[in-house]
């Protein structure tokens, strides 16, 4: 153990990205072990504070200052701290590209503008993004943290001015073939799609895209926004947006169960609806299900349905051959060991981690999650049974970078994971995209070998069953991707849903042959 | 707002996008060739909840402009200062011409501050200053003298005065009249004597004591007859022009000591003075590149007190320092200073010189910036940046990022590389609270020991804190202002 030290930049701000960047390259010298570059917030400090900090060393930064708290040899710090500013280069001139100074300097700029991008801390997105309404801007609001009361009056506020509000923690959209935030490359085409997630309304343009076909543009509206307290205010926005745009000729909504008298209100909405429309409304009841209108839970169907609605040659997406993966599984059920038989699941994206336990469900076995759905129970302390864990909830990204950029939390987790004999199955996820890592499959590979070689030396087989979110034109590549996914013994699916429905069956066989030994 | 576009002209029109937080999503942007402007975002002032919501409620409804109070008191305080007229109208002894002076006062630079807690270039130039009015003889006599409380220290600004660096002004000094025709208002500064060792640096040697007097007995006399034949000089028109060539009024003075030089010297060999002193006139004004800049600081001085005690008016009509302290003051304010720890220049230092060197920042001349020029109009002097390492492109930014936190832009001082659009002129303190960009001080460096003088020169970032105090105080007397309108109405 060494000894922990703070440095201060006072008076310069640098967004979280940058420095976890930073930090990154920092932690990465010879006697360095541990590395936190933050702005001085108070709940920043707090993190410092229990990752053992001295307060004392805290007291003085406010939020415009920079705190690099390290941990490693007292030599080795001094050397990082005595050079600050070398640490804290952009790779570009930070002047060639920051051209505003304020909203209103870039408007002045560019008034013809017409979407802002927010990504402040969230205590600050609240009052952008009332701004940039104010001066006739959309809003893509990546922000997190934004309080109901702040998000109504924004929508609100949006609603008057017809314009939209997509988030808060929204992650993705798709304005006429171009991607915003964590988005993939998909071409254009006549799905519109609004989704309340990102990573579901990634999954859903990317299959969109691998079956052929192509979005006209996705819009996010952020996780709450079909709740009752916020009432889809942004979704009914973008059904209408999308309703008048001619390139559109199927409306798809994506999102978790809406609230009761939401869901009214928007099945309303979609039934007036002159262009055909489909839903999906993952984890929802199949009772509370309405019979007269297409709504599935699985995205994967959803893409399905909006296919069969544009017409023609209905396109279709990609997947293997159920005879395929019976025998699939056959020949793996006679690999494991007898109390081999659980499923771990660990995601980078939210909807994967909430449909993979809409797969089970449907065929009533029960999982432990973070992020549980209704029915499910909530994880504890430690891994039993079958867990699902959503790595991009807060507990995991408080401080640290979110598991599509970053996968260090996910590759010590897998290998944890596979030391527990009685997991058979690891189901994993890899998003590709603009803003995820260069490299998502190989950040994950080594983890991966590592994981059915400890589980191989104790004589145990371990399936480890992985989705890309993803298409041939995303800057990683979607082939070289899965390649490297099989070359480190993974089996590849090419949606979440068919993943989660492969690993269900395979834990659903080692049971029988549980209960078959058993009688 | 002019015109309303719905959301369906987001997917007709080009996407045209405002970038706030995250740049690898401006990045990706522009990869996939969207128009992106990505703004330089900082959390809002400085992050300080309570002041945010204070600024808030100083806001009309429209949210984009200040209440009405506000807003009326600054276009009255804007006009002042744009509409100022410095005319140079010659020279004369402080001590009969600075409002206040006497032989026991001597004045220097920033906010109010006692000879215990001076820094050693302010020290130095307090006993170069007494030696100089012969109140002492040797430097430890001087220093005797300044701690016995038997001399009054006061700022400059307190009496209608400015000075560089130290800005020492003792009652014997020439110093530079300049009025404010428009407002009838004057100021005071006095000559520049060169680099090097010089007293506002705080060098206080022979050598710095025999140029003072040379400048009193034979510069500021033959200056003085060459003004009065010339008739009153325009300032303004002087400064506009030098910022046509390079200057931009504070660090760089290049032109305007040239186009002086240029107004004076018919004047100057019509004297019936020897042509070796009118000689030595003209070589001091020639070897002295900012000869310039003590007029410089009065014009901007008269232009400000014109605008100053406004009630209301959130316009900042001072910014000094003593090389202890960093003040300013409001116009709504009125004379009370808001103060915090100088501090230290981030610039390029002389040879053999580092910034361990350094004394914190000093001087009168942020006066400059105040007024609209100086790092305000760094723009019009790329040649300086190299002060701070930076390229032409940063003094663009310097002068763009500065119209963020202004009034006004200059009717009179022009930039040429930006389609000679006036430079940004007239500091809100509370958009500098509610924004956190600070103003841009361009300066010189002082050794931190008495005696040695100037080590570097570069840029210097203010204290937020005084903003954030100014912005506090500014609204607590608009509170109160409604209050006593209220009780009298």
């Known amino acids: ?74 030599n080795a710090i001094e050397g990082i701290l005595s050079n600050v500013d070398d640490w804290l280069k952009r790779p570009e001139s930070r002047l060639g590209n920051k051209t505003a100074f304020s909203l209103e300097d870039a408007m002045t700029q560019q008034a013809e503008s017409n979407l802002a991008v927010i990504s402040v801390p969230g205590e600050y997105a609240a009052q952008e993004a009332r701004d940039a309404l104010e ?90 926004d079909l709740t009752d307290a916020i009432g889809g205010l942004s979704t009914l926005s973008a059904i209408s947006a999308l309703e008048k745009d001619p390139n559109t000729t199927v409306i798809a909504v994506i999102s978790k169960p809406p609230g009761r008298e939401t869901l009214d209100r928007v099945l309303e909405r979609l039934h007036r609806c002159t262009k055909p429309v489909t839903a999906c409304f993952l984890g929802m009841d199949e009772e509370a299900m309405p019979t007269d209108l297409q709504v599935h839970t699985t995205i994967d169907d959803a893409v399905k ?89 807060d507990e995991f990204t408080v401080g640290m970078p979110h598991p599509m950029i970053d996968a260090t939390q996910r590759r010590k987790r897998i290998v944890e994971e596979a030391q527990d004999p009685t997991v058979a199955v690891l189901l994993l996820d890899v998003v590709l995209g603009y803003n995820a890592s260069a490299d998502p499959a190989g950040d994950l590979a080594e983890a991966i070998k590592e994981a059915r070689e400890l589980a191989a030396t104790s004589g145990r087989q371990l399936a480890v069953v992985a989705s890309v979110c993803g298409t041939d034109q995303d800057p ?29 069956a395979l834990h659903l066989k080692l049971l029988e042959r549980g209960i078959d030994v058993d009688s | 707002m002019s015109e309303r576009k719905p959301t369906t002209a987001l997917f007709s029109d080009p996407l045209r996008v405002v970038n706030l937080g995250l740049s690898s999503f401006a990045e990706t942007l522009r990869a996939s060739r969207v128009p992106v402007i990505d703004v330089d975002w900082r959390p809002p002032a400085g992050g300080d909840a309570a002041l945010i919501r204070i600024i808030d409620n100083l806001k009309s409804d429209d949210e984009h402009a200040w209440s009405a109070t506000i807003t009326a008191a600054n ?150 007859q060459a003004i009065e034949k010339h008739g009153p000089i325009d300032m303004r028109s002087l400064l506009a022009q030098a910022l046509q060539m390079g200057d931009e009024g504070h660090n760089r003075n290049r032109a305007g000591t040239s186009l002086l030089i240029r107004e004076l010297a018919p004047f100057l060999v019509r004297l019936s003075e020897p042509s070796e002193s009118i000689a030595r006139v003209l070589e001091f004004l020639h070897s002295n590149d900012h000869f310039f800049l003590n007029l410089t600081m009065p014009a901007g001085k008269c232009a400000l007190d014109a605008a100053a005690d406004i009630p209301g008016s959130s316009l900042v009509t001072v910014m000094a320092r003593n090389g202890t302290q960093f003040g300013i003051r409001v116009s709504g304010t009125g004379d009370r200073w808001f103060t915090a720890p100088a501090p230290i220049v981030d610039g390029l230092y002389l040879p053999g010189f580092s910034a361990q060197d350094a004394a914190p920042d000093i001087g009168d001349s942020a006066i400059t910036e105040t007024a609209g020029y100086g790092g305000f109009a760094m723009a019009a002097a790329p040649a300086i940046v190299q002060f701070v390492g930076g390229t032409p492109q940063l003094a663009l930014d310097t002068t763009h990022r500065m119209r963020s936190i202004t009034m006004a832009e200059s009717r009179s ?60 105080a500014l609204a607590e007397s608009l509170g109160k202002q409604e209050k006593d309108q209220m009780a009298a109405s």
Not at chain 2, 111 to 139: F, H, K, N, Q
Not at chain 2, 416 to 426: I, K, S, W
Not at chain 2, 451 to 456: E, F, K, L, T
Request: hydrophobic share 45%; with cysteine.
């Open chain 1, 305 to 393: 349905a909006a296919l069969r609605l544009c017409g023609g040659d209905a396109p279709s997406i990609p997947g293997a051959a159920p005879e395929g993966l019976k025998a699939l599984i056959a020949e793996q059920v006679s690999l494991f060991a007898s109390d081999q038989c659980f499923i771990r699941g660990l995601f980078a994206g939210g909807t994967f981690c909430y449909q993979a336990q809409q797969v089970m469900k449907l065929s009533d076995v029960m999982v432990a999650s973070n992020a549980p759905l209704p029915g499910m129970a909530r994880l504890g302390s430690e891994s039993a049974g079958n867990v699902f864990i959503d790595m991009g909830a």
């Open chain 1, 135 to 224: 001066r006739g801007l959309n809003v893509f609001l990546f922000s997190d943290h934004v309080s109901v009361e702040d998000e109504l009056k924004l929508k609100q506020e949006a609603r008057e001015r017809d314009l939209i509000v997509m988030g808060p923690d929204c992650g993705t959209a798709l304005i006429a073939g171009t991607g915003i935030g964590f988005a993939n490359v998909v071409r254009q085409g006549p799905v519109g799609v609004v989704a309340s997630s990102g990573t579901g309304l990634q999954e859903f343009t990317s299959l969109v895209h691998r079956a052929g076909s192509g979005i006209s543009h996705g819009l996010g509206t952020g996780g709450r």
């Open chain 1, 1 to 74: 153990m060494g000894t922990r030290s703070v440095g201060m930049v006072e008076n310069r701000y640098f967004d979280s990205v940058f420095l976890m960047a930073a930090a990154r390259r920092i932690s990465e010298q010879p006697g360095i072990e541990n590395v936190a570059a933050v702005m001085g917030s108070d709940a920043n400090k707090k993190v410092l504070e229990k990752m053992g900090f001295d307060p004392a060393a805290l007291a003085e930064g406010t939020p415009t200052d920079l705190l690099i708290a390290i941990e490693g040899e007292k």
């Open chain 1, 476 to 504: 990683q590549g979607l082939d070289v991707q899965e390649q490297t996914l099989r070359d480190a013994g993974a089996i590849v699916f090419p949606s979440n849903a068919q993943a989660s429905r492969f690993a269900l």
């Open chain 2, 75 to 224: 276009e009255k305080a804007i006009e002042h200062l744009l509409s100022a007229e410095p005319h140079l109208i010659g020279i004369g002894i402080a001590r009969d011409v600075v409002p206040g002076m006497t032989d026991r006062t001597l004045l220097h630079a920033g906010p109010p501050i006692t000879w215990d807690a001076m820094c050693g270039p302010m020290r130095g130039a307090v006993m170069g200053g007494l030696i100089y009015e012969r109140a002492a003889s040797t430097p430890d006599s001087a220093a005797q003298l300044a701690a016995s409380g038997d001399i009054t220290f006061d700022p400059c600004h307190h009496h209608q005065s400015v000075g560089p660096m130290a800005g020492v002004m003792t009652a014997s000094m020439p110093v530079w009249i300049i009025e404010n025709v428009t407002a009838g208002n004057r100021a005071y500064c006095t000559l520049n004597e060169g680099l090097g060792q010089v007293l506002r640096y705080g060098a206080f040697g022979d050598e710095v004591i025999s140029r003072l007097n040379w400048m009193q007995n034979e510069l500021a006399p033959i200056l003085s």
């Open chain 2, 413 to 472: 001082y022009q930039i040429p590389a930006m389609g000679f659009r006036g430079t940004p002129t007239g500091i809100d303190v509370l958009r500098v609270a509610e924004t956190g960009i600070l103003p841009a001080i361009n300066t010189g460096i002082a050794h931190k020991e008495p005696g040695i003088g100037m080590v570097g020169a570069g840029l210097v970032t203010p204290p937020f804190s005084v903003f954030a105090d100014a912005a506090r």
